[in-house]
């Protein structure tokens, strides 16, 4: 009869933690690139698309014969600095 000794399995323990590590890393680097996605795309329709659609709207002021209101102002949250 084999017995069964913890030197005689460590693959039965190391190889469950290297999954579970590599799953991790996968899961983190795609959050990781997930949220790098979504800053450039909101910084991307912040700074080009936005600007064309007030264009618009005020175009649309002019033909009514109306005052458009004031285009609002972008704020940046920086997460990694405090606010002043």
Known sequence: MTHFTFES?????VVPL??????FLRW????????EMTRAFV???????LPH???LLER???AQNMKPPARPKINWIDHA????
Not at 9 to 13: D, G, P, S
Not at 18 to 23: C, H, I, N, R
Not at 28 to 35: A, E, G, Q
Request: no cysteine; charged share 30%; proline share 3%.
């Open 28 to 35: 983190l680097y795609r959050r990781i690139r997930n949220d």
């Open 60 to 62: 649309i002021f002019d």
């Open 43 to 49: 910084e991307d329709m912040a700074t080009i698309h």
């Open 9 to 13: 399995n460590w693959w039965a323990i």
């Open 53 to 55: 659609t007030y264009d």
């Open 18 to 23: 290297l999954v579970q590590t590599v799953v």
């Open 81 to 84: 600095e405090p606010r002043e």
